[in-house]
């Protein structure tokens, strides 16, 4: 049993109506293991606690260690992977989001930090129109970025249209739902979530025996929005939940994309309401995504190769340099899966990746991830 990751659990579930002010206490703690051993005295960690919190943490965590021993004897018996921060499986994209989760479940076989990943959110509601933009954006991502991932939330009309146009064209797809991973809802979406498995996967902060609640589908946007580069809104009216997820990307400085719709639409009220009012962008075609976030195409990566930039060993660079760059050597890659190949602290992968930037051996791309150029 992971102690540390027991320790997170039971942190998590101690905080749970505090997410922000749970995962400010984690980082700055640094692990769960530091964070229970200055329990008694929350200010070691952080003067701003308040005292709910202060009042929570001061307990002796016994009930709530014992149920997190159970709940991950359930996860490692149904393959469910529990991720805290400090891991280098938990997605970056979303550790950098205040409010994350300080566990988060998953099951399947996504990669949460892929290089490059895209949210899709719309209305339950979804128009014929909808769907062919769905699709058709979903077809030429694939040719444009064939390892990009797609996030959404498994729900009815626009969240299934996503999840099954990206199966449809061999892209892997994640539904984050909003309850526990012992059980699926809507319970009709049980055949495409279990296809999601061997393509994607699905993922929750919500332990076992979580049910639905109209507050867990508001709570989960925030996942939505945080775990992609930027969140793309197919349908919406006037009001909704893929509105409110919006706002959060917006808040999380992630791109915004609508879809526009004809004037009087009541299915695209909400995306040209995004669009007018400059909280989205407007999307034509998956090149409008590709450009903005400053992605390198597969064309493009063909094309460097064919002009013979290779990745080769530049023995002019110091031992420090040539880590990072063989820490990229596989593809792109997160500021912390490149310290934890290379074997360099986070700070001081962060200083060289700067280095390398300036002498043009690496680009950074949006959500933190870093290319090598040659």
Not at 335 to 346: A, C, D, M, Q, T
């Amino acid at each position: 049993m992971n102690e540390n990751l027991q320790k997170a659990l039971a942190f998590q579930r101690l905080t749970f109506s505090y997410p922000q002010a749970a995962m400010h206490l984690y980082l700055a703690a640094g692990t769960a293991s530091e964070l229970y051993a200055c329990r008694e005295d929350i200010r070691q960690v952080e003067q701003e606690a308040s005292d709910t919190l202060r009042s929570l943490l001061r307990s002796d965590w016994k009930a709530e260690m014992l149920w997190a021993e159970k709940e991950l004897e359930w996860c490692r018996r149904k393959g469910i992977r529990a991720l805290c921060p400090d891991d280098a499986g938990y997605p970056q994209r979303l550790r950098d989001c205040a409010d994350a989760p300080v566990v988060l479940f998953a099951l399947g076989n996504a990669d949460l930090n892929a290089p490059h990943t895209v949210s899709i959110v719309g209305t339950r509601e979804n128009t014929a129109y909808g769907q062919d933009c769905v699709g058709r954006l979903v077809r030429e991502l694939k040719t444009l970025v064939p390892d990009v991932v797609i996030f959404s939330g498994l729900a009815y009309g626009t969240d299934v249209c996503a999840h099954k146009s990206a199966l449809d064209n061999g892209i892997s797809t994640v539904g984050v739902v909003a309850h526990g991973l012992d059980m699926m809802y809507p319970a009709s979406h049980r055949g495409i979530a279990s296809e999601m498995l061997s393509c994607g996967g699905v993922v929750s902060e919500y332990p076992s025996g979580t049910r639905c609640g109209k507050s867990n589908f508001l709570r989960r946007n925030r996942i939505v929005a945080g775990l992609g580069d930027c969140t793309v809104v197919a349908e919406s009216k006037a009001h909704g939940g893929s509105l409110v997820t919006a706002r959060i990307a917006n808040d999380y400085n992630r791109e915004v994309f609508a879809f526009p719709g004809r004037v009087g639409d009541t299915a695209s009220e909400g995306c040209n309401a995004l669009i007018r009012d400059s909280k989205a962008m407007l999307l034509t075609s998956a090149n409008d995504i590709v450009e903005s976030l400053g992605w390198q195409t597969a064309r493009q990566q063909q094309e460097e190769r064919k002009r013979g930039i290779q990745l080769e060993a530049f023995p002019e660079l110091s031992p420090d340099s040539q880590r990072v760059l063989d820490a990229l050597a596989d593809g792109d890659a997160l500021l912390n899966v490149i310290s934890v190949k290379s074997g360099l602290p986070v700070g001081k992968a962060a200083a060289v990746l700067f280095e390398l930037e300036m002498q043009g051996f690496v680009k950074p791309y949006a959500g933190g991830m870093y290319h090598r150029c040659r």
